[in-house]
T-cell receptor, first 116, second 116 residues
Framework: AQSVAQPEDQVNVAEGNPLTVKCTYSVSGNPYLFWYVQYPNRGLQFLLKYITGDNLVKGSYGFEAEFNKSQTSFHLKKPSALVSDSALYFCAVRDSYMDSSYKLIFGSGTRLLVRP | DTGVSQDPRHKITKRGQNVTFRCDPISEHNRLYWYRQTLGQGPEFLTYFQNEAQLEKSRLLSDRFSAERPKGSFSTLEIQRTEQGDSAMYLC??????????????FGDGTRLSIL
């Protein structure tokens, strides 16, 4: 079965420092991976996706993510955090082989808190 | 920029009442999804439409739930005889097929349902 794990409920980082939000996944076929961000009382905003190709994917607002097939991970990173990055971050996966509906399987989310 | 629009944003109702939510996807998007998000969790897939055809339903979608997309444009999600456990944020997303199979899903701001 497809699944996504976000092992950290919360990540705290000082403004200007690098940040990492962790994600691991489990699928039967090739994974299609996504990161979304959610602000309070809002829907999810798309940040970036990995489908194929380069393992380092660049996305919106200076975020990037590294796909690691051997570790089945897709960690979200940013070189220098901003206070405005404080939000809830979700990793999601779609299994290329098993799923014809294109539905996404989400992790439980990681709250990022960037302190000034 | 007209994104995915959901109405209402908030709905408070008594247990046992019926409720209906509306989603207007991005105009050229032919795929439409409904997800449910409970507090502290990631979104969970409910159902998926391609144009007007409902192609997949999650087992989360009990017989009290029904979704339609009659003309392949807007969609409605109806919950009959609401229960306390139906309290959640209901998210709609849309995406475009035909230009690559992994276009990101774009989410609306959701309808928050509270059952008294």
């Amino acid at each position: 079965a497809q699944s996504v794990a976000q092992p950290e409920d919360q990540v705290n980082v000082a403004e200007g420092n690098p940040l990492t939000v962790k994600c691991t996944y489990s699928v039967s076929g090739n994974p299609y991976l996504f990161w979304y961000v959610q602000y309070p009382n809002r829907g999810l905003q798309f940040l970036l996706k990995y489908i194929t190709g380069d393992n380092l994917v660049k996305g919106s607002y200076g975020f990037e993510a590294e796909f690691n097939k051997s570790q089945t991970s897709f960690h979200l990173k940013k070189p220098s955090a901003l206070v405005s990055d404080s939000a809830l971050y979700f990793c999601a996966v779609r299994d290329s082989y098993m799923d014809s509906s294109y539905k996404l399987i989400f992790g439980s989310g990681t709250r990022l808190l960037v302190r000034p | 920029d007209t994104g995915v629009s959901q109405d209402p944003r908030h709905k408070i109702t008594k247990r046992g009442q019926n409720v209906t939510f509306r989603c207007d996807p991005i105009s050229e998007h032919n795929r439409l999804y409904w997800y449910r998000q409970t507090l502290g969790q990631g979104p969970e897939f409910l159902t998926y439409f391609q144009n007007e055809a409902q192609l997949e339903k999650s087992r989360l979608l009990s017989d009290r739930f029904s979704a339609e997309r009659p003309k392949g444009s807007f969609s409605t999600l109806e919950i009959q005889r609401t229960e306390q456990g139906d309290s959640a944020m209901y998210l709609c997303a849309s995406s475009l097929a035909g230009t690559g199979e992994n276009q990101p899903q774009h989410f609306g701001d959701g309808t928050r349902l509270s059952i008294l």
